[in-house]
């Protein structure tokens, strides 16, 4: 998959897998890497389906309506791709928070939902639930960030609460952040995502 990787100060910090939204590139959640944790390694990858040109983790049939196959495919290519690039850069495998918007916060829940261990926490900004009826691997003490919007149009507070809920019932520890702006990703959304990361690794 098309990604950088750029190596931080502290080996020990977690990893932050960067995730973009639905015509955003790899360089785009940069920014949010340097406010949640400047000493630690990045990588971050471009979403490998086409939207009329527009980069995406995985397809969907209509805002919303995903290509569920399509989806499981893809996340079991990331998941092959960051056991691969963890050899690759020499980092460890089990140190590696997401953090994604939109589209990209969606295949970081489908990660969490299809992989046991995928992850050592989740930032999720603006995420949906990536797909129903699947029995979730254990996430007992995961750490799961969402930021939520109570008048997104995108995923609306309903939505948000059943990941919630799905992401609780499986073991995970969730805190949501509320604001009022949409689907929009907004500097304090941000800054409350860092806030999180800081007190929780
Ligand atoms: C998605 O397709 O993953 C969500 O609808 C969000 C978006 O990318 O627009």
């Known amino acids: 998959m098309k990604h950088l990787y750029h190596r931080g100060s502290n080996p020990d910090a977690p990893v932050l897998l960067l995730l973009h939204g639905t015509g955003g590139t ?15 390694s990045v990588l971050s990858v471009r979403g490998n389906v086409l ?5 995406r983790f995985f397809r969907r049939l209509a805002e919303g309506i995903f290509d ?7 996340t079991k290519e990331l998941s092959e791709f960051l056991d691969n690039a963890a050899e690759e850069y020499g980092f460890d495998r089990n140190n590696v928070v997401a953090v994604g918007y939109s589209n990209g916060a969606n295949i970081a829940g489908s990660l969490l939902f299809h992989y046991k261990d995928a992850l050592k926490g989740a930032i999720l900004h603006h995420p949906m639930v990536p797909l129903r009826g699947l029995e979730l691997p254990d996430m007992t003490g995961l750490p799961v960030f969402i930021g939520a919007g109570d008048n997104d149009p995108i995923c ?5 609460r059943e990941l919630e809920q ?3 019932g499986a073991g995970a520890l969730v805190e949501t952040h509320w604001e ?14 860092a806030e999180w990361f800081k007190k929780t690794f």
């Open 51 to 55: 939207e009329n040109g527009m980069p």
């Open 156 to 160: 609306a507070p309903g939505e948000t």
């Open 180 to 193: 009022r702006f949409g689907h929009q990703l907004t500097g304090t959304e941000a800054a409350a995502a």
């Open 166 to 168: 799905l992401l609780s």
């Open 68 to 74: 569920i196959e399509d989806l499981v495919f893809r």
């Open 26 to 40: 790899e360089r785009d959640l940069l920014p949010l890497a340097q406010m949640i944790s400047p000493s630690s």
